[in-house]
């Protein structure tokens, strides 16, 4: 199956960027939280239903990237994809889930090491990037009408990307988004 990671062709011609910060998750797409019932993560569990749907995510870090972006919020207009009714395990009933296109670039260069949820996994390093510090990848969105728990505040973006070298909490970023699929509300 080819990668289907997207492309800087695959965005419109007009994008919007987004700032935001880095934020710490819960823990459970990485299996990080010492609470989380899936020691290897959600991610790892839920890979093969997504490939078996035509989205290939291998190369991509088995965790996510957790972006606030407040005071702004975000809403899936047209996502590239979204999948009903995965079921990826026995704990709770299916869910739903959406992907829309990304890119994420750091701002003010280097950042401090150590950031990403179980990125000591060297063998899952494969560095898809498109610029230097610019990384491309997809918006993670569990259906929260499907999701049992762990629900992200709509200020919050899940982001699946290669791993990103150096990435800490606290690290200001930016984010291209195609509006045809995300629409980002500045309303106060």
Partial sequence: MSHSGPSRSGFSARHVVVEGVVVRGHG?????????????GTITLQLPHFAARGLDLS????????VDISPRRFSLRRPTHTFPDVHWTDRHGPETFSFARCRLTRVGG??????????NSEDRREELTSDEGSFE????YP??????????????LELLMPVVPDLDYGDSVTLALDP?????????
């Fill in 28 to 40: 459970v797409a990485s299996g990080v939280s010492p609470s989380t019932p899936y020691p290897d």
């Fill in 59 to 66: 190369g991509f870090h088995l965790a996510t990237i957790n």
């Fill in 110 to 119: 280097r950042a401090v090491a150590g950031a990403r949820e179980g990125s």
């Fill in 137 to 140: 990848g997809w918006i993670y």
């Fill in 143 to 156: 259906h929260p009408e499907t999701k049992p728990m762990h629900d992200q505040p709509p200020t919050v």
């Fill in 180 to 188: 045809e699929e995300v629409f980002i509300d500045h309303g106060m």
